[in-house]
C-alpha cells in the first residue's frame, strides 16, 4: 500500500504493535456483543418458563461489566492512534517542509504549490489515507472476527456473509483511475486558487490604485468555481460509490435474515441465534460497505503521495551537497545556460574569472541575462554547457550569499533576521552590524536590536533591508556578495550608502549586477563588465574572453 514508507519512518514500532494488539483485542469484544446478547434472549425465555431471575440478574452483571471494558479499551485505543498520527503526520510535513526548502532552490516549487501541499492536502492526507489507514485496520479486524464467529454458528450464513462482503470491496475498483485524476485535478485547482489569493493580498495597493477590483474578484470567483466544481464531481463519485456498495450491503443482510428465520423454523438455531446473526452479519457487511469507501478515498490520495515522494528525494538529494568557500577564485568556463522547455540560450559561451576579495559590477539593460548569470555562479543554475570553477574545482557548490533588491525579512525581530536562529556572540552582531553600516539603525529603533520589524519588514526602509542582508551574510561569514539589483529602487542618496557598505567590505568579494552604475562608484570597482545579448565581456579587452 503507498505511503507505507512514512508510518515506518515516523511512527514508533512499540506503539504500532500496542495499536493493532489493542484494536484486535477491541474488535474482538465488540463482536462478543452479539454472542452475549444471543445468550441474554436465550437466558430471558428460559426465565420466563422457570420464574428463577438468578442466571438472567448475574448476566446482566456480566454484560455491564463488559461494556465498561469495551468503553475503556476504546478510550485507549482511540488516545494511541492519535499519538501516532501526529507523530507521523509531523513528520511528513517536516519532510515536506524540507523537500520545497531545497527543491525552490532550483526554483521549480511556486508560493502557491507549497501553501497546497502544505495545508489542504495535509489535511486530505491525515483524514483519508492515516485516518483511512486506521479504519481500514478496524474494518479487517471486524470483517475477520465476525466471519469467524459466523461461521461456529452457521457454515452456511458465514458463506453467504462473505459473498456479501467481497461485493462492496469490488467497487472502488471500477472507478480508481477516476478517483485519481479528480484529486490531481483538484490540487492544481487548489494551487492555482492560493496563487490568486497570494496575488490578491500582495497586490492590493495595485488593485486600489487602479480600481482593478472587479477584475480581480471575476479573476478569484472563477477560479472558486473550477475548484469547488471538480470538488463537486469527486464528492459525486464517491456517493455512487458509497451509495451503490449500501444498497448491496442492505440487501445481503436482508438475504441473511430470510436464511435465518428459516433456520428457526426448521428449528436448527434458537430465537437467540437470529439476534446474534443479525448483529454479526452487520458486523461484517457494515465495515465491507465502509471498507468500499474508505479505500476508494484513500486511492484518491495517491497523487498527494507521489508530489511527497518526489520531495523526499530532492531533500535527501540536495542534504548531501556541500558548499566550498571561495578562498582564491570563481569562474565560468565557456558556460551557457538555457531554462527548461526553452531552447533560447540566456547566457552564452561564458568565460569569466573573479578573484577573491575584489569588487566586480556587471552592467547591462534589464533581460540581457544577468540574473542567470549570478544564478550559475551560485551553483543555483547548472550551465547547460561549460564548467563552474570554484578554486580550479568543477562542479563544486560555491559558498555565497545574495543580496537583492526585494529583501526578504521574517516576521521577528531585528536580531532573528540577521541571525537567522545561529548562535552568535554580541560582539559578532555588532561587528556585523558596523561593517554593514546598520548600528546606527539599531540604535534608533524603540527596542534596538529585539524591535519586531513586522511583516517583511515592512518597519524598516528599503536601504536598511539591504544592510540588514549585508549584516547577515557577514555574519555568516560569506566572503562573496551577489548582488542583484539591490539599489535600483532605491533613491540616489540611500543607493550610494549600501553601495559604499558593500565596496567597503574588506576581504569579501562582491560581484554585482545593475543597469545602471553611478560614475563615481564605478571608479571603486576592481572591474566593470558588460552584459548584452548573454555574452559577458570587457569594454577595454573588445570581444576577448575575460580572464581577470
Given at each position: 500500500?503507498?505511503g ?17 494488539l489493542l ?6 469484544m465488540?463482536?462478543g456483543v452479539?454472542?452475549?446478547?444471543s445468550?441474554?434472549?436465550d437466558?430471558?425465555?428460559n426465565?420466563?418458563?422457570t ?7 448475574r ?6 461489566l463488559?461494556t ?6 476504546s478510550v485507549i485505543?482511540?488516545y494511541?492512534k492519535a ?5 507521523v503526520?509531523v513528520g511528513i ?7 520545497l526548502?531545497?527543491?525552490n532552490t532550483?526554483?521549480t516549487?511556486s508560493s502557491?504549490?507549497?501553501l497546497?501541499l502544505?495545508g489542504q ?6 483524514n483519508d489515507?492515516?485516518?483511512?489507514m ?5 474494518a479487517a479486524f471486524?470483517?475477520a ?8 454458528l ?10 456479501g ?5 469490488l467497487?472502488?475498483q471500477?472507478?480508481s483511475?477516476?478517483?485519481a485524476?479528480?484529486?490531481?485535478q483538484?490540487?492544481?485547482d487548489t494551487?492555482?486558487y492560493?496563487?490568486?489569493?497570494r496575488?490578491?493580498?500582495?497586490g492590493n495597493e495595485v488593485?486600489?490604485s487602479f480600481?482593478?477590483e472587479?477584475f480581480?474578484l ?11 466544481g471538480?470538488?463537486?464531481?469527486l464528492t459525486?463519485?464517491t456517493v455512487c460509490i458509497?451509495?451503490?456498495?449500501g444498497v ?8 441473511i435474515m430470510?436464511?435465518?428465520g428459516i ?10 441465534s437470529?439476534?446474534a446473526?443479525?448483529q454479526?452479519s452487520?458486523?461484517v457487511?457494515?465495515?465491507?460497505t ?9 486511492k ?9 515522494a518526489e ?6 538529494s ?6 566550498h568557500?571561495?578562498?582564491?577564485s ?5 558556460a551557457?545556460?538555457?531554462y527548461?522547455g526553452?531552447d533560447?540560450q ?8 573573479f ?5 566586480y559590477?556587471?552592467c547591462g ?12 555562479l551560485?551553483g ?7 564548467t563552474?570553477?570554484v578554486?580550479?574545482?568543477a562542479?563544486?557548490?560555491p559558498?555565497?550569499a ?6 526578504f525579512l ?17 560582539a559578532?552582531i555588532s561587528q556585523a552590524m558596523h561593517?554593514a ?6 540604535a534608533?529603533?524603540?527596542?534596538g536590536?529585539?524591535t519586531p520589524?513586522?511583516?517583511?519588514g ?5 536601504g536598511e533591508r539591504?544592510?540588514v542582508?549585508?549584516a ?6 560569506k566572503?562573496?556578495?551577489l548582488?542583484?539589483e ?5 533613491d540616489r542618496?540611500?543607493?550610494a ?5 558593500l565596496?567597503?567590505l574588506d576581504g ?7 543597469h545602471?552604475?553611478?560614475?563615481t ?6 572591474k566593470?563588465l558588460?552584459m548584452?545579448n548573454?555574452?559577458l565581456?570587457?569594454?577595454r579587452q573588445?570581444d576577448?574572453p575575460?580572464?581577470?
Open positions: 500500500m503507498q507505507l514508507s512514512y508510518i515506518r519512518r515516523y511512527a514508533s514500532a512499540g506503539k504500532l504493535a500496542g495499536l493493532c484494536n484486535f483485542l477491541l474488535c474482538a465488540v463482536m452479539a454472542l452475549l446478547l445468550l441474554l434472549l437466558t430471558i425465555s426465565s420466563a418458563t420464574g428463577d431471575l438468578s442466571a438472567l440478574l448476566l446482566i452483571f456480566i454484560a455491564c463488559y465498561l471494558i469495551v468503553g475503556i479499551l485505543v482511540g494511541l499519538s501516532i498520527i501526529k507523530n503526520m510535513r517536516e519532510g515536506a517542509s524540507r523537500g526548502l531545497f527543491k532550483a526554483g516549487s502557491a504549490d507549497q497546497t502544505l492536502s495535509m489535511d486530505t492526507l491525515e489515507w492515516l485516518g483511512g486506521a479504519d481500514i485496520l478496524n471486524s470483517i472476527i465476525g466471519c469467524v464467529l459466523l461461521v461456529c452457521n457454515p452456511l450464513i458465514a458463506l453467504i456473509s462473505l459473498i462482503m467481497a461485493l462492496p470491496t467497487v472502488p471500477l472507478f483511475k477516476r478517483l485524476d479528480q484529486q490531481q483538484i490540487i492544481s494551487a492555482a492560493n496563487g490568486r489569493v496575488d490578491t493580498a500582495q488593485i486600489k480600481h482593478a472587479s480581480i471575476e479573476k478569484l470567483n472563477e477560479a472558486a468555481k473550477f475548484l469547488q471538480h470538488k463537486e464531481s459525486r463519485t458509497s451509495g451503490f456498495s448491496v450491503g442492505v440487501a445481503v443482510q436482508f438475504i430470510g436464511i435465518t433456520f428457526v423454523v426448521k428449528g436448527f438455531v434458537t430465537i437467540g437470529v439476534v446473526v443479525t454479526l452487520g458486523s457487511i457494515s465495515p465491507a465502509e471498507l468500499s469507501n474508505k479505500l476508494s478515498k484513500l484518491a490520495t495517491y497523487p498527494i503521495l507521489d508530489r511527497l520531495l523526499d528525494g530532492a531533500a535527501h540536495d542534504t548531501d551537497a556541500t558548499t568557500q571561495v578562498d582564491h570563481l569562474a565560468l568556463d565557456h551557457s545556460f538555457s527548461d526553452n533560447t540566456v547566457v552564452k559561451n561564458c568565460t569569466a574569472r578573484d577573491a576579495g575584489r569588487k559590477a556587471i539593460q534589464s533581460g540581457c541575462g544577468k540574473s542567470t548569470l549570478l544564478g550559475l551560485s543555483m543554475h547548472a550551465p547547460s554547457s561549460g563552474l570553477l578554486d580550479g574545482e562542479n563544486a557548490i559558498d555565497v545574495f543580496v537583492h533588491q526585494n529583501v521574517f516576521d521577528g525581530t531585528l536580531r532573528e533576521n540577521i541571525t537567522l536562529g545561529g548562535s552568535f556572540s554580541d559578532a561593517l553600516k546598520l548600528d546606527d539603525v539599531a534608533a529603533l524603540p527596542q536590536l529585539d520589524v513586522s511583516e517583511n515592512t518597519r524598516l526602509s528599503g539591504q544592510r542582508a549585508i547577515r551574510a557577514l555574519l555568516y561569514s566572503r562573496t556578495l548582488v542583484d539591490a539599489t535600483s529602487a532605491l542618496n540611500t543607493a550608502q549600501v553601495e559604499d557598505a565596496l567597503s569579501v568579494t562582491v560581484i554585482a549586477v545593475t545602471h552604475l553611478d560614475k562608484h564605478a571608479a571603486r570597482y576592481d566593470v558588460t548584452k548573454g555574452h565581456k570587457d569594454e573588445g576577448r575575460l580572464v581577470s
